[in-house]
């Protein structure tokens, strides 16, 4: 290991030189990252050094783009990463890394590389967008105090004594819906920490064809409590403001509901009513006349017209011979699926945490909320095109007739307010189309067409500590209730706040 002073490099570019090809000669994957911007791979015949005389420089390329800079000598070297000191402009050093993306500990670099990159096209978004306005701050560094995320660049802009919170979500990466919880939570930490500026408000900079989310979300936000607004960029960066009337449609369907006792054989039927029996099975209804047998959550077996499969990884079709085998598994997962397991790593203990919460809500809903129907109740209904979100949809009813939407998670998510909107807004959707009630839903019930009920249920040690920042931002005429549960949730879903 070696370290050399910025003039010692520039009197020996050899030096590098027999740097550089020791590293490329011990590397699996050698990548070249200069800070702020995308690396390159340094494959055969996508690289070259240039030797003449006492002049050392090193070139790289790929499809799109070409990269040329003469080195000046060595920074630090190391297993798996090479710090080489380069003539970025005349007079003046900058430094360029190599490093073997095949070494754990180097393979986070590329991912901080594109960040750094995408920071300043942010940069280049913000002084087209808002000319006049300075670039007071611009970050991707993470901040767990305040709960801001490395993976979305935030940016304050200042203009005399007036500022905006700006946060960007990169084409690729993470998901761009998730860029607008951490947006509202940097509006918030600004105005606490900059109590002389006038923060105006929070502009959303989103990639062209990943909007859609993020824009139906703001038409429910509280213009009173966040001023937001979204620009939408291209991949040549002109970036527009969205114009949200444009994202009124959603992506949402309500699936006709069938009685399960209607749909199945009898002889299904009899075999679910049979296993229905045991201690801890809770046979749940589901859209379209199937029936899911489960215990603390977890289904072992689903029944759907003539036939009944089970398993909890490959799923086999039953016979009556199966039976037996079946009632086997569900007692394995009772005995396992219990307040007082024999061992709590189980992985059947620790499996599907929103699944058991759902069913612990399920078994008592009038203790979450005393207005509520005891049934029926609704999981997953409507339903999303892009599948498992990581936290479980509910839909009862109060026994007026309003709507009730119940959000649940069994841990810590950020996240946890604006899915639940996502899933509130769907539920409204259809309850204007009187689409529950001509789909089959809640039978024998008149339901309101007032704007549904929200509650977010989670134990009460498990709500992010944003969670409140965010539900403030929510539109006032959504009625919104915060309700937390005690520790002990697995044995009974005991309420211990409520905060509306």
């Not at 978004?125 to 611009?138: D, H, I, N, T, Y």
């Not at 009899?270 to 199937?290: C, D, F, I, K, M």
Request: glycine share 8%; proline share 7%.
């Amino acid at each position: 290991m070696s370290s050399s002073a910025p003039g010692l490099g520039r009197r020996s570019p050899a030096e590098a030189r027999a740097a550089i090809e020791r590293f490329l000669n011990a590397s699996r994957q050698p990548i070249l990252l200069e800070p702020g911007e995308d690396p390159f791979k340094l494959e055969a015949g996508c690289y070259e050094l240039h030797w003449s005389g006492e002049r050392l420089s090193v070139q790289a390329w790929d499809r799109d783009r070409n990269l040329v800079r003469r080195v000046l000598g060595l920074g630090e070297e190391r297993p798996g990463k090479l710090e080489l000191v380069i003539e970025k402009f005349p007079k003046r050093e900058g430094r360029i890394l190599l490093l073997d993306a095949a070494r754990p500990s180097m393979r986070s670099a590329p991912a901080k590389g594109r960040r750094l990159a995408f920071r300043e096209r942010f940069r280049r978004l913000l002084g087209r967008s808002f000319p006049g306005w300075k670039v007071a701050e611009l970050s991707t560094e993470l901040d767990l105090e305040h709960s801001l995320s490395s993976l979305y660049p935030r940016a304050l802009l200042r203009r005399g004594m007036s500022g905006r919170a700006a946060i960007a979500s990169p084409p690729e990466g993470p998901p761009a819906d998730g860029v607008l919880s951490f947006g509202l939570v940097w509006l918030d930490h600004l105005r606490r920490r900059e109590p002389r500026l006038t923060i105006e408000g929070l502009t959303v900079f989103l990639p062209e064809g990943r909007e859609q989310s993020t824009c139906l979300r703001l038409r429910w936000l509280d213009p009173a409590a966040a001023r937001v607004e979204a620009f939408v960029y291209s991949t040549e960066d002109h970036a527009a403001r969205a114009d949200l009337a444009d994202y009124g449609n959603l992506d949402t369907r309500l699936e006709p509901f069938r009685d399960p006792a209607r749909s199945l054989t009898s002889r299904v039927h009899g075999w679910v009513e049979r296993l229905s029996r045991l201690p801890g099975v809770e046979p749940v209804p589901l859209p379209g006349g199937a029936a899911s047998l489960r215990v603390r959550g977890m289904e072992f077996a689903l029944a759907q017209a003539g036939t009944l499969r089970f398993g909890l990884h490959g799923r086999a079709i039953a016979g009556e011979s199966n039976l037996a085998e079946i009632e086997a598994l569900a007692r394995q997962l009772a005995r396992w699926r219990s307040a007082d397991p024999p061992d709590r790593e189980n992985p059947l203990y620790r499996a599907q945490p929103e699944r058991w919460l759902e069913s612990a809500v399920r078994a008592d809903l009038e203790e979450i909320d005393a207005a509520l129907a005891s049934g029926p109740v609704y999981g997953q209904v409507p339903a999303f095109a892009g599948g498992e979100r990581g936290v479980l949809d509910l839909v009862a009813v109060e026994r007026t007739g309003r709507l009730v939407v119940l959000e649940l998670k069994a841990s810590e998510d950020i996240h946890l307010p604006l899915q639940a909107l996502d899933y509130w807004m769907r539920v409204q959707w259809h309850l204007e189309r009187d689409e529950f009630r001509t789909r089959g839903y809640f039978p024998g019930t008149e339901l309101r067409r007032e704007l549904p009920r929200l509650l977010l249920v989670a134990p009460s040690l498990d709500f992010h500590p944003a969670t409140d920042v965010i539900v403030r931002c929510l539109s006032p005429r959504i009625p919104v209730e915060r309700i937390g549960l005690g520790v002990e949730w697995r044995r009974k879903a005991k309420v211990v706040f409520r905060k509306r």
